[in-house]
């Protein structure tokens, strides 16, 4: 059972934008680092973008660093991804996921110990 709840996705054309949220109602998000993760069909989950606890540090991976935007805002027990200037090489189910994974780790799933069930994102005209 998935603990974090996505919500944002959908269709949208190339060169489009989409905001994706993550919140839960389960656990307090700030005692965790927070991660992005999409999965395309016939292809293994990757990581998209991972930001620290504290909002300091961020990492994207080097398919979407420019067009993506992580934050999160603690107060609302929420984390976004900004996504901007979509292409068809982004249409993938995005998951969230919580957890403290090591430096070595912050884009690798083992990392991470929640998971959202996940929102499909299609990058289509």
């Known amino acids: 059972q998935s603990q974090l709840v996505e919500s944002g996705g959908g269709l949208v054309q190339p060169g489009g934008s989409l905001r994706l949220s993550c919140t839960t109602s389960?656990?307090?998000?700030?005692?965790?680092?927070l991660g992005w993760f999409r999965q395309a069909p016939g292809k293994e989950r990757e990581g998209v973008s991972y930001?620290?606890?504290?909002?300091?540090?961020?990492v994207y991976a080097d398919s979407v660093k420019g067009r993506f935007t992580i934050s999160r805002d603690n107060a609302r027990n929420t984390v976004y991804l900004q996504m901007n200037s979509l292409n068809a090489g982004d249409t993938a189910v995005y998951y969230c996921?919580?957890?403290?994974?090591?430096?070595?780790?912050?884009?690798?799933?083992?990392?991470?110990?929640?998971w959202g069930q996940g929102a499909q994102v299609t990058v289509s005209s």
């Open positions: 996921a919580a957890g403290n994974p090591m430096r070595s780790s912050w884009l690798v799933e083992e990392g991470y110990v929640y």
């Open positions: 389960e656990f307090n998000l700030d005692y965790y680092a």
């Open positions: 930001i620290s606890r504290s909002s300091l540090t961020t």
